[in-house]
C-alpha cells in the first residue's frame, strides 16, 4: 500500500471531518495530490487538489469554502478538512498522487490511488 486514507465515519448535516491520506514505501513530495469522492451509481468525481509545494490549492465549486486541502511533506501526508457536511457529501472519498507537480481535476492526471475511506452524512 502506498496511499492510505483515513478518518471517514458518520456524522449529521452541519458536522466536520478531517480526512487524512498517508504515504508510505515512497515520498510524493513532488507530485501534486488530489481528494476525489464517488458516491453510489456516480463517476468520480474531483474534490480537491493541492500542487506539490502546498502552494496553491483547487476546490470544486461544490465544497469550496467548506473543504481545505493541506499537506505535509516532512511527514508524507496530504488532509481535508470538511466543514457544513451535506448530506450529498456522502461518499466514498479517495487521497490519490498526481502525475506531475500540479493536481488536474480528472482522474487520469493521477497515477497512484489509496483505498476509499466511507464519509456518511445524515440529515
Known amino acids: 500500500v502506498q496511499l492510505q486514507a483515513s478518518g471517514g465515519g458518520l456524522v449529521q448535516a452541519g458536522d466536520s471531518l478531517r480526512l487524512s491520506c498517508a504515504a508510505s514505501?515512497?515520498?510524493?513530495?513532488?507530485?501534486?495530490m488530489g481528494w476525489f469522492r464517488q458516491a453510489p451509481g456516480k463517476e468520480r468525481e474531483f474534490v480537491a487538489g493541492i500542487t506539490w509545494n502546498g502552494g496553491r490549492t483547487y476546490y470544486a465549486d461544490s465544497v469550496k469554502g467548506r473543504f481545505t486541502i493541506a499537506r505535509d511533506n516532512a511527514r508524507n501526508t496530504v488532509t481535508l478538512q470538511m466543514n457544513s457536511l451535506k448530506p450529498e457529501d456522502t461518499a466514498d472519498y479517495y487521497c490519490a498522487a498526481a502525475r506531475g507537480a500540479v493536481p488536474g481535476s480528472a482522474p487520469y492526471d493521477y497515477s497512484y490511488w489509496g483505498q476509499g475511506t466511507q464519509v456518511t452524512v445524515s440529515s
Open positions: 514505501r515512497r515520498t510524493f513530495s513532488n507530485n501534486g
